[in-house]
C-alpha cells in the first residue's frame, strides 16, 4: 500500500490519529494544517506571555490513546506526562453550597449526602448504576462501530442491551430522565451539564447522555504542559512512521475529477496528487462548498438551527483569591433553563451563565504563589457569521459572568491581569462555516447521534474525521472518528465490507 497516497486535510486530533495508523500501515501519508502547529482546537493563546490552554481542557477515555500508542509501537506514559485527578470538578452555587465529584464514586456519594442528605447519596449510587449500564450497552453498538444505524444498533444491542435503552427511557431528553435520581435542583443541574459536553442542551438532549457520567468515573487526568502536547505527541508518532507534515499550508479546494478524488490545491495553486483524503474539519465547509463545488455533495448540509453550542472564553493570567480552585471547576447560576433558552432560542449570550474555570496550574488541591491561568468559559450560540456580538454585548456577558463567581467567593483579578476573549466571530474564523459551533450538530433528540455522518463520504475517496463526524465531539471521540477513517479507507484497499468496527483494545493503564 505504500504507492497509494494519502492527504489528510487538518491536524486536528482526528486528522493526526489518522494519520498515525495509515502511515504506521506503510501508506505514503502528507498532513496539511493551516496553523503554525497541529493541535486544531487543541489550541494555546498567549496571556500575560503564559501559553493558556483555551480549547478542550479535560483528558477523559485514557484507553483510546493507549491503544493508539500501543498499536504504532510505544507507550502513551513514554511520551506524555499525565496526572491522575481524584477531584473530578469542584461546582459551586451563586445562592450557596459548594459540592465536589470524585473518581471514586463512593467519596461522591459521602460528598454528595453531606451536601444534599443520605437519600440524595442513595440516588446518586443508583444513578452510577445506570449510567454504567447505558456506557457498557452502547460502546460496542455505537462509539465503536464505523456506521451505526437504527437497525444496526438494534441487531447488536440485543434483547439485553434494548432492555437497558428502555428502561432508561431513550425518548426522554436527559433532563427529564435525571429527575427520578435527583430531588435536589443543584443535583439535576449538576448532571444535566453533560449535555453541553457535546454542545448541547440538556432539556433536549438525549438521556443516554447521562453515560458520561462514567466516563469521568473512569478517570481524568491532567497532562503536563498542556492538551496541546497530546497533539504534539501524536504529530511525533506520524512523523516517526513516515508521515511528512505540513503547517501554515491551507488547503483551498479539494480535487475531484472521473467522479473520485484526484488531490488537494493549496491556497498558494500547488496542486498535491492523492489517491484519497481524509478531511479533518467541519463537515459544514465541504456541505458549504468551502472546499469547492465538487466536494459539496459529500455531505448534506446542516439547518444553522442545528448547530451545538459556540462560547465566549477569556484566556487570563491573573491573582485569584478567596475559593479554593482545583483544576476543574463550574459555577452555577440557579435558572438553569435561562440560560438555553438565551442561547439556542433567542440567540443571544446568556443572562445567568453557567461558568466553567479550568484552573492550569492546579491540581486536585493548591494555590499557586503568583498569578495563575485560567481559561473561563460561558455559552453562546453559534451565530459568528451571521452577526459578530457588540462590544457592550461581550462587557455585559462578562460582567455578569465574573459577578457570578464573586458571589461563590471567587474575586478574579482582571484589571491587574492579562486577558485574551474569544467569541463566537472569532472561533467561527478559526473553523469557518461553523458560525463559531464547536461540536458539529447538536445532539437534540434521540436520532440526532445517528445523522452526524460516517467516516465514508458520498464521493469516492474522500473520508471525514473529526468532532462533527460519528462518533461525536470531544478530544477520544475525535480520535476515534480519526482511527474509523483510517479503518475504513484501509479495509476499502483490501476489499473489505462496508460495515465495520474500529477494534481497539482497552490496554491497561500504566502509570
Known amino acids: 500500500m505504500a504507492d497509494h497516497r494519502v492527504v489528510v486535510v487538518g491536524g486536528g486530533i482526528a486528522g ?25 482546537k487543541l489550541r494555546q493563546v498567549l496571556a500575560g506571555g503564559a ?123 436527559l433532563w427529564r430522565a435525571l429527575a427520578p ?7 439535576q443541574q449538576l448532571f444535566g451539564r453533560y449535555a453541553t459536553y457535546c454542545g448541547s442542551s440538556p432539556f433536549e438532549a438525549p438521556a443516554t447522555l447521562m453515560l458520561i457520567a462514567q466516563v469521568e468515573m473512569d478517570g481524568v487526568w491532567s497532562v503536563e504542559g498542556g492538551m496541546i502536547e497530546l497533539a504534539r505527541a501524536l504529530a511525533r508518532l506520524a512523523q516517526r512512521h513516515g508521515a511528512t507534515i505540513r503547517c501554515g499550508a491551507h488547503c483551498e479546494r479539494i480535487v475531484v475529477e472521473g467522479g473520485r478524488v484526484r488531490g488537494v490545491v493549496l491556497a498558494d495553486g500547488e496542486r498535491i496528487e492523492a489517491d484519497s483524503v481524509v478531511f479533518n474539519g467541519d463537515v459544514a465547509a465541504l456541505a458549504g462548498g468551502l472546499l469547492g463545488a465538487p466536494a459539496r455533495g459529500a455531505v448534506r448540509a446542516m439547518p444553522r438551527a442545528q448547530r451545538s453550542l459556540s462560547a465566549l472564553t477569556w484566556s487570563l493570567r491573573a491573582q485569584t483569591g478567596g475559593f479554593p480552585l482545583v483544576r476543574h471547576n463550574v459555577f452555577f447560576d440557579n435558572d438553569y433553563a435561562s440560560e438555553f433558552r438565551d442561547v439556542f432560542t433567542h440567540g443571544r449570550l446568556p443572562a445567568r451563565p453557567t461558568v466553567y474555570v479550568c484552573a492550569q496550574d492546579r491540581g486536585d488541591e493548591g494555590a499557586p504563589g503568583a498569578p495563575e491561568r485560567l481559561l473561563c468559559l460561558v455559552n453562546a450560540p453559534a451565530l459568528g457569521d451571521a452577526r459578530a456580538f457588540g462590544a457592550d454585548e461581550v462587557a455585559g456577558c462578562e460582567d455578569r459572568a465574573f459577578a457570578l463567581l ?24 478559526l473553523f469557518p462555516a461553523t458560525g463559531g459551533a464547536l461540536y458539529g450538530r447538536a445532539s437534540h433528540g434521540w436520532m440526532a447521534s445517528l445523522t452526524r455522518p460516517s467516516s465514508r463520504s458520498a464521493v469516492p475517496g474522500l473520508w471525514l474525521a473529526g468532532g462533527s463526524a460519528h462518533p461525536g465531539p470531544g478530544v477520544p471521540m ?29 490496554a491497561p493503564v500504566q502509570g
Open 16 to 40: 493526526l490519529s489518522a494519520a498515525v495508523d495509515l502511515a504506521r500501515r506503510g501508506l505514503a501519508v502528507t498532513l496539511l494544517e493551516r496553523a503554525a502547529q497541529p493541535g486544531g
Open 51 to 173: 501559553p493558556v490552554d483555551s480549547g478542550p481542557t479535560v483528558f477523559t477515555m485514557r484507553w483510546v490513546f493507549d491503544s493508539l500508542f500501543d498499536d504504532a509501537g510505544v507507550a502513551l506514559a513514554d511520551e506524555l506526562r499525565l496526572a491522575p485527578l481524584s477531584v473530578l470538578a469542584r461546582h459551586a452555587w451563586g445562592e450557596g453550597g459548594r459540592l465536589d465529584l470524585f473518581a471514586d464514586a463512593a467519596q461522591s456519594a459521602q460528598a454528595i449526602g453531606e451536601f444534599a442528605g443520605a437519600a440524595q447519596a442513595r440516588r446518586f449510587l443508583g444513578f452510577c448504576a445506570q449510567a454504567h449500564q447505558v456506557y457498557q450497552t452502547l460502546e460496542g453498538p455505537y462509539i465503536r462501530s464505523s456506521r451505526p444505524s437504527p437497525l444496526g444498533i438494534s441487531r447488536d444491542l440485543g434483547l439485553r442491551g434494548l432492555s437497558v435503552l428502555w428502561r432508561l427511557g431513550p425518548f426522554r431528553d
Open 181 to 187: 435520581h435527583f430531588e435536589d435542583p443543584r443535583l
Open 406 to 429: 464573586a458571589r461563590c467567593g471567587l474575586s478574579v483579578d482582571r484589571a491587574g491581569g492579562a486577558s485574551v476573549i474569544t467569541t463566537p466571530a472569532d472561533f467561527e474564523g
Open 478 to 506: 475525535a480520535a476515534l472518528s480519526g482511527r474509523m477513517a483510517a479503518a475504513s479507507l484501509v479495509a476499502q484497499l483490501g476489499g473489505a465490507g462496508r460495515r465495520s468496527r474500529v477494534v481497539i483494545a482497552r
